[in-house]
């Protein structure tokens, strides 16, 4: 009987079993590439929809229920989604397109809108088509790009700043490499915007596999072509403006190539640019009023499959600059100026090996060299006064840095226990190098009569080198629980020559979407550690600097009095950041979304130069007078005094329109506060009583707003930007040049932006071409950007710079007209 029973249940089971069909494919892009958790989603069936996510080679697989006809739609961030009909039968293969400007309307019709379930961290990004639509000033300017991004700002000297951190407290990466300044820790690298595939940030609960920078991380992927030709060229037409009469005031001429070295096998994409401007500041006469300078740049980027699963890819980067009368404005002159030169050379190869089981392994090289020259106006000492600077800046400087970079990174074969397990592991190792000759003469301060209150000279030798040797490993799992939820866990360690201590910092991140994949509730905590700088390491390296103070009659009072930066210990606690982040994102019909971001981070034991000098102690030692000093003004001792907090609240409102048209809203509250805002060095020794208080990029409240949205009429869009935020706080100085009262107690006024311009797309001669004119800051406020803060003077508190309206006018070839 029992038997009986067994066969009765193996017969009923039978043709449901023989009616399953196993579907599986591969998702990649359209040179080849495999991309990685792409959701597939199949349905048109009873019992459907049946999802899956591809895995580290772009490979998934599906159990259905019988053969036949399914509807098909694959989705991933930063490609042009799918949705066609398949039948069941031999293996897929789904190429995606990344997303780019679209040309015509008949290339794809339809944007990405898809809720990331593969992160748990903060995550925003612009692609291309923003990059290149939005009316930003300076749309030749990739940096000045990256301010539609929420969460990310830009100060009055063209510094960048992601939730709330200094330019140095991100990592910058291009294609996957640091592309960070070797010495500085900057963003100075400049290249085409039509360069730029998309650009990322991430901030909160990173992966492990990203250190350097506690405010988060900005990845730039740049463009590889595929196998269609797409030249392009913008800006080729000069720019006049009647800015006290007119002028040729910038000329951006920009070009592009891309396509197939050998089709179906290796790509190539190259972009050049041009960049002549012409700054005029309103409040100088003419003739000493403006400053000039060039800039040309070169990208270069290849991908060669030497095998369906072995891939190549390749990058070269050059940049050159050449500014006359660098730093002019209302309150300094021509003759306070300098001329800077500099150039880049940054080179990167990434060999990607797909093996069996899913496993990837990434082996990687990066060299980057960058030079700079600063060369004044003359030799005379530069003179502070409340009505602005005289004479000639003190500095004449010569300055090179280089970093070598090996990158291994390790994507295990994916494994079950409790869920799915995504296992990676790697390790970045660097080799950074600084040179400098920097020769300083002085400058001093004059009251308001004219009188003069102190000078200083610089001494010693500004020739030096220095080099530091950066390493770190990393290992991270992202476990997928349930489809539905993902958490993930890394330790990251990072050890340099300099500070010579392993510092290991872990993170946890949760990702959950209830219901429909329509919502997102994602969190994390983190500790995350800064590259250790050499510019602050190699200070005690540098000139030394006398100080003398007068009476009003001329004679000496004190002085002159020795200042200089020394470092104590020889191993230092590495500074270190605990983070916290939270959010949620929605997504609606018609491809609205909605989404609610809070960030927190707090900085312990960070580095700052404190004067731990103290003028009760008795005689001057004669290592002092040897200096050629009488006193000891300042001994300024690296610490681990400074403390760092940040924190934001933001909402953000977008909707993806048909085509490549969208438009987006955010608010954003937030507070980056430090008790170390001043950071004293030899070419900007200013002292603070209280150093406690907001960070000169502080902007509690901002409103961003940016479209690009369609006419009526055919082939018309319209562009607009509105950017609005809390004016950036500042000091006020006393006659002597001391900060009086609180740091950056007060405030410069609102900042208010609103651009708006035209598009028309058309055909001529076979050709397409895009023509747009329309005006920035329409409502013509001037937003300052400079400000008399020395207390006494008859200008106090007055605010210069800033431009009124002006029209803009581009002209784009975007290439031969499909047929």
């Known amino acids: 009987m029992f038997r009986g029973l067994l066969m009765g249940a193996a017969t009923l089971l039978t043709p449901i079993a023989a009616a399953e069909v196993q579907l599986s494919g591969v998702v990649q892009s359209t040179t080849r590439t495999p991309v990685a958790s792409a959701r597939v989603v199949l349905d048109g069936q009873p019992g459907g929809p049946w999802t899956a996510v591809s895995d580290i080679s772009g490979e998934f697989s599906l159990t259905l229920p019988a053969a036949g006809k399914y509807q098909l739609s694959v989705e991933h961030p930063g490609f042009f989604p799918i949705k066609r009909e398949i039948a069941t039968g031999a293996g897929l293969i789904i190429p995606l397109d990344p997303v780019r400007e679209l040309i015509q309307s008949l290339e794809v019709t339809s944007t990405p809108d898809t809720i990331d379930m593969e992160t748990t961290a903060v995550k925003r990004s612009v692609g291309s088509p923003e990059i290149l639509n939005v009316p930003y000033p300076n749309t030749n300017d990739f940096r000045s790009a990256l301010r539609i991004i929420p969460g990310m700002i830009r100060d009055h000297r063209g510094g960048l700043h992601l939730q709330g951190g200094s330019e140095e407290q991100t990592l910058y990466t291009l294609n996957g ?20 595939q998309s650009a990322e940030i991430s901030s909160g609960n990173l992966p492990a596999e990203f250190g350097k920078g506690s405010a988060g991380v900005l990845a730039i992927r740049t463009h590889t072509g595929d196998d269609r030709f797409r ?4 800006n080729f037409v000069p720019g006049f403006e009647n800015r006290k009469g007119w002028t040729l005031t910038d000329w951006t001429p920009r070009f592009g190539v891309s396509g197939p070295i050998a089709r179906g096998r ?5 972009s050049t640019d041009i960049i002549y401007t012409k700054t005029i500041i309103r409040d100088l006469p003419k003739g ?25 890819h390749t990058g070269l980067l050059w940049s050159q600059w050449s500014a006359a009368r660098t730093g002019l404005s209302a309150l300094d002159p021509w003759e306070t100026t300098i001329d800077r030169r500099s150039r880049q050379w940054f080179f990167h190869a990434k060999d990607q090996i797909y093996l069996s089981r899913g496993a990837l392994l990434e082996v990687g090289f990066a060299a980057n060299r960058t030079f700079g020259r600063e060369v004044p106006q003359g030799s005379e000492p530069l003179v502070f006064t409340p009505f602005g600077k005289r004479g000639n800046h003190f500095a004449d400087a010569v300055r090179g840095a280089s970093r070598d970079q090996i990158l291994v990174n390790a994507f295990l074969p994916g494994f079950t226990r409790a869920g799915s397990h995504q296992v990676r592991v790697g390790t970045d190792l660097n080799r950074v190098r600084y040179e400098q000759d920097v020769r300083r003469t ?16 610089f001494h010693g030798s500004g020739r030096f080198a220095r080099r530091n040797f950066e390493s770190a490993w990393y290992v991270q799992d992202s476990w997928r629980v349930i489809p539905s939820l993902l958490v993930e866990a890394g330790l990251r360690a990072d050890w340099d020559t300099l500070v010579r201590s392993f510092s290991p910092s872990p993170r946890l991140g949760l990702a959950w979407s209830p219901g429909k994949r329509n919502t997102k509730v994602y969190g994390g905590i983190s500790r995350t550690f800064d590259a250790t700088s050499l510019l ?21 009072n004190r002085g002159p009095g020795l200042s200089l930066f020394t470092i104590g210990a020889n191993h230092r606690p590495r500074p270190h950041y605990d983070g916290l982040s939270a959010g949620v994102e929605h997504h609606w019909g018609a491809g609205i ?5 809070y960030l927190q981070r707090r900085g312990g034991r960070g580095f700052t130069y404190v004067n731990s000098n103290d003028s009760t102690l008795g005689p001057v030692p004669d290592w002092v007078r040897g200096a050629g000093a009488s006193a000891l003004d300042a001994v300024f001792d690296l610490t681990n005094l400074r403390r760092d907090s940040f924190r934001s609240y933001s909402v953000t409102l977008r909707q993806i329109l048909r085509k490549q048209y969208q438009w987006m809203t955010s608010y954003t509250f937030s507070r980056a506060l430090s008790n170390a805002v001043v950071d004293v060095n030899a070419d900007d020794p200013l002292t603070a009583v209280s150093n406690s208080g907001p960070m000169p990029w502080d902007s509690p409240h901002r409103l961003v707003s940016w479209g690009y949205l369609p006419l009526p009429r055919k082939n018309w869009a319209v562009a607009f930007l509105l950017d609005g935020r809390s004016g950036f706080p500042f000091s006020v100085r006393n006659q002597i040049g001391e900060i009086d009262g609180p740091v950056n107690a007060r405030r410069f006024p609102t900042y208010f932006e609103a651009n708006l311009h035209l598009e028309r797309r058309f055909e001529f001669r076979r050709h397409m071409w895009a023509l747009r004119f329309g005006a920035n800051n329409l409502t013509n ?14 200008r106090y508190l007055q605010f210069h710079g800033g431009n009124g309206r002006s029209t803009n006018f581009r002209i784009r070839w975007l290439g031969r007209a499909a047929r």
């Open 593 to 597: 979304s909605v989404r609610a971001d």
């Open 536 to 556: 602050l390491f190699t200070r005690p390296m540098d000139q030394y600097w006398l100080t003398t103070h007068f009476f009003p009659d001329g004679r000496i």
């Open 231 to 234: 030249p392009s060229a913008t």
């Open 266 to 270: 290796a790509w190539f994409s190259n």
């Open 177 to 196: 490499f640091n592309l960070n300044d070797p010495l500085s820790g900057r963003f100075d690298t400049r290249f085409s915007v039509e360069a730029v």
């Open 781 to 794: 406020r001037v937003n300052p950007d400079t400000v008399n803060n020395i207390i006494g003077s008859p």
């Open 442 to 457: 002085g400058y001093g301060q004059l009251d308001g009569s004219g009188t003069r209150l102190y000078h200083t000279e």
């Open 288 to 312: 000493d009023d403006r400053s000039v300078s060039h800039r040309g740049s070169n990208m270069l980027s290849t991908q060669v499959n030497l095998s369906p699963r072995h891939i190549l």
